[in-house]
């Protein structure tokens, strides 16, 4: 009745084709008339279907037929492209400069990857509202105004940041089968760890130490489900008292991911009210969804600023430091967008301005030639998350061939470097 009866009305009825061109003209024109008009319906309501995805990623499995043609088209790279190409080591060049062997005490250097936080909404980056109390007062910390992304959600942005590739050179399927930045700091010399409160590394961390934390069962760091980011912190007192390799550790954020920012903090670090207390954002006020989330900013203003402290009170047994980038930014209503992931091309500079921020304890500073004044006099320069690779290389004096000075941040910043 429902099937083989209209199969065969359709099959009885007959279709008279105009010629190949014009019929082929004529569904070009409706399919393109029907982008436009999905297109704009969606921008209307852009608010609404942005949490509705964000919340319901299974949603996208259901719409037809761009389910089953992008997961054919995916199996079929996944099988024929990253399957066909055998994995790539890098570096295998890579050693530690001599002057490591001057150094009578350990090393430990921090890389915070920040989640969905945007640069314009910074306080110390000179947004007009205060979230970063804390970090404001923080001397010695050295804030770079003009940072961009390589992507606009995680799943890009993580893998290429640290891939070696530059943004424009980025692709996804061979970083994917190649080795990152941490295979060559581990290949020089330097232990590297991964701790993460979020979802992973997307394949970045695979074959250095890996810790989960965003499961933990601490009942005043952790509830319905998930972790606030001060468990990244939980331990590092008596890690940094035990170290016996000069270490590269990595804290991976939950940061401002949304779109139930009023989650990712306690609720002592509320200080712009009324917040949006729902993941629906069409529910909220687009004032009340930027209150929430700059309260997360305040949060992961605490949050590094408290890192900061116990990397300076023990930087007379240890050289430490802390670099934090973010991942990506975050749209809050401009031009009608919320949350992240738009198209590159088509991104607003709201998801693409990411904050990145450094500090050196004086030990780090004296034992790798880091001039901190000479950083606060470059800190307007354009950099991008394609300078982070061979910043940490050149930091932390590894030498390689892929090592691009023109990369490197850091690079005019070291008076032995320059002098060398």
Known sequence: MLGLLPSLLLYKTPILYRNWFRELFGKLLASVACVVVLGAVALMNYQGLASLFRNHHEIRLMLVPSNFVGASLGYVGERVGSAAKPFRK???????????????????????????????????????????PQLSKEKGLVSFTDVQSCGTETAVSVPCMFSGFTR???????????????????????????????????????????????????????ADDECRDEVLLKGLDSFIDNLQQDTVLVLHQMGSHGPDYYKRYPQAYERFTLVCRSNALNQCSQDSIVNAYDNTLVYTDHVLASLIDILRSKQDKVDT??????????????????????????????QKHVPLLAWFSDSYKASFGIDSDCLQKNRNQPLSQDNLFHSMLGLLQVHTALYKPQLDLFASCRPMLAAH
Not at 186 to 197: E, F, I, K, S, Y
Not at 323 to 341: A, K, R
């Open 168 to 222: 424009k050179d980025y692709d996804a399927s061979t970083a994917k089968n190649q080795e990152s930045l941490l295979d060559v700091l581990q290949r020089a010399g330097l232990a590297v760890r991964w701790r993460d409160n979020q979802s992973g590394c997307k394949g970045t961390c695979d074959r250095v130490l890996f810790e989960d934390v965003s499961n933990l069962k601490d009942p005043a760091l952790c």
């Open 321 to 350: 430091a802390m670099l934090y980038l973010s991942d990506h930014g975050e749209s809050l209503g401009e031009y009608n967008l919320f949350l992240h992931g738009t198209p590159y091309m088509l991104a607003p500079e709201q």
């Open 90 to 132: 890098i570096g295998e060049d890579a050693t530690l400069d001599i002057a490591w062997q001057q150094r009578t005490r350990k090393s430990l250097t921090v890389l915070v990857v920040g989640e969905s936080a945007r640069a314009p909404n910074f306080g110390v980056l000179g947004y007009g509202r205060d979230t970063t």
